[in-house]
């Protein structure tokens, strides 16, 4: 079965300061991963996918993830933290075959932005 | 358009009593999935269908939890005999289901089941 390891269960910066958030997984294939991001009391929202088009993904809100096989990581960054980043962050990684892709998520990290 | 909603958004029962959840997926897509949000245990998945029938079921943490599928829309996650452990949020997506590049998951805003 595949994991997910997100190092950091809270994450804290400064506004403007960069963002750095690390997921690494176990995958004996090719995988798909995925960054979401879940703001209070609200469900989860797809940040940014790797299916192995690129290895450098860019995703919505300044948000990017490199895909790097020989580290088996998927770390997300965001070049200057806005205080609208503050919310849980989940990387997942798809598992399955055909039609079904169930997620496995890491615990999740929570970051939070000072002023 | 619309996306994935659920009801109700919040569920207070007691110890013993039978809860159902339901889950609206965004129309015309064919998969859907359940996952449970813990503080013990994280986002684990619980259930997958394509169309009505529900190929994986291996998540679903015991008998006393089924899922069942409509119209190839509207599913419903029931709990009989509900224990404290099973307080949680579940969450319901859906996904075009299209095979190749794998798709993407929506995700609802939840339901928050709390049992006394």
């Known amino acids: 079965a595949q994991s997910v390891t997100q190092l950091g269960s809270h994450v804290s910066v400064s506004e403007g300061a960069l963002v750095l958030l690390r997921c690494n997984y176990s995958?004996?294939?090719?995988?798909?991963l995925f960054w979401y991001v879940q703001y209070p009391n609200q469900g989860l929202q797809l940040l940014l996918k790797?299916?192995?088009?690129?290895?450098l993904v860019k995703g919505i809100n300044g948000f990017e993830a490199e895909f790097k096989k020989s580290e088996t990581s998927f770390h997300l960054t965001k070049p200057s933290a806005h205080m609208s980043d503050a919310a849980e962050y989940f990387c997942?990684?798809?598992?399955?075959?055909?039609?079904?892709?169930?997620?496995?998520f890491g615990q999740g990290t929570r970051l939070t932005i000072n002023p | 358009g619309a996306g994935v909603s659920q009801s109700p958004s919040n569920k207070v029962t007691e110890k013993g009593k039978d809860v159902e959840l339901r889950c609206d997926p965004i129309?015309?897509?064919?998969?859907l999935y359940w996952y449970r949000q813990s503080l013990g245990q994280g986002l684990e998945f619980l259930i997958y269908?394509?169309?009505?029938?529900?190929?994986?079921k291996s998540g679903l943490p015991s008998d006393r939890f089924s899922a069942e599928r409509t119209g190839g829309s509207v599913s419903t996650l029931t709990i009989q005999r509900t224990q404290q452990e099973d307080s949680a949020v579940y969450l319901c997506?859906?996904?075009?289901?299209?095979?190749?590049?794998?798709?993407?998951?929506?995700f609802g805003p939840g339901t928050r089941l709390t049992v006394l």
């Open positions: 269908f394509q169309g009505n029938s529900a190929p994986d």
């Open positions: 129309s015309g897509h064919t998969a």
């Open positions: 997942a990684v798809s598992e399955g075959s055909g039609g079904a892709q169930k997620l496995v």
């Open positions: 995958s004996s294939v090719p995988p798909y």
């Open positions: 997506a859906s996904s075009a289901g299209t095979s190749g590049d794998t798709d993407t998951q929506y």
């Open positions: 790797y299916t192995s088009a690129a290895t």
